[in-house]
């Protein structure tokens, strides 16, 4: 397994990952901004348990959600008309991550992750959507933006479907400003629900390395409230 150095944010290819544990690529390392970034850009991701150095990944298969899959159940559809939930951009950062890294027991967005990732967002890098039932934050995620790229990194939820509520919004938003991938790193039921399906490492990287460097809009990314397509309202 590779050792990264803490004086290099350098990361060894990533077909070098292990196939068991599938897709772990390295350790060790730190958790800033920098490190973050390089990671990201090269498709590697971070997650580990408390009291373990940090952990590098680069699955194969990987789960995205395409442009144009989206899959929307009927009962979701009929929330969504209720427009139950006021959806926002980056109006409380801090507090989605922290409200995602207390959502469970043993979860691995420790103070050093969220510390990482809110060093990003100060350099508009990594974003928040929130869902919001009258003055009260229930629901929400937080991830990376790379390129036409949205990582996404977790999500939390405080009221019934108030998380699927801000990631449709948000996937329409993102959409309109020509948003190409959503990259949900692993699949579980919650994103295969949303359409989310896998993809090979390779087939994934040649849509990354693609869209990487193209700039999106800046004003994607300002502080606003957001809705859904006019197809539900």
Request: proline share 6%; hydrophobic share 40%.
């Amino acid at each position: 397994m590779y050792q990264l150095d803490d004086d290099s944010i350098l990361f060894p290819p990533v077909h070098e990952a292990m196939r068991e544990p599938n897709g772990l690529l390295a350790i060790g390392g730190d958790l800033s901004p920098e490190r973050l970034k390089a990671a990201y850009y090269d498709g590697i991701f971070p997650w580990f348990n408390p009291g373990e150095m940090p952990l590098w990944w680069s699955p194969d298969p990987r789960a995205v959600l395409m442009v144009g899959e989206l899959h929307i159940s009927r009962t979701m559809k009929k929330i969504l008309k209720k427009q139950k939930y006021r959806v926002t951009i980056n109006h409380a950062f801090n507090d989605v991550i922290e409200a995602c890294s207390i959502r469970q027991e043993g979860t691995w967005i420790l103070p050093e992750v969220r510390a990482g990732y809110q060093g990003l967002h100060q350099q508009g890098i990594a974003h928040s959507v929130e869902a919001w039932y009258g003055e009260e934050l229930v629901g929400g995620l937080y991830g990376v933006n790379m390129g036409l790229l949205f990582c996404g990194e977790s999500m939390f939820s405080r009221m019934d479907d108030a998380s699927k509520v801000a990631f449709i919004t948000f996937y329409f938003h993102f959409l309109r400003y020509n948003g190409q991938l959503f990259d949900c790193q692993v699949l579980n039921h919650h994103t295969a629900s949303l359409g989310a399906k896998e993809i090979s490492r390779r087939d994934f990287l040649h849509i990354l390395y693609r869209w990487r460097n193209k700039a999106i809009d800046p004003a994607c990314w300002l502080p606003q409230s957001i809705e859904i397509s006019p197809l539900f309202t």
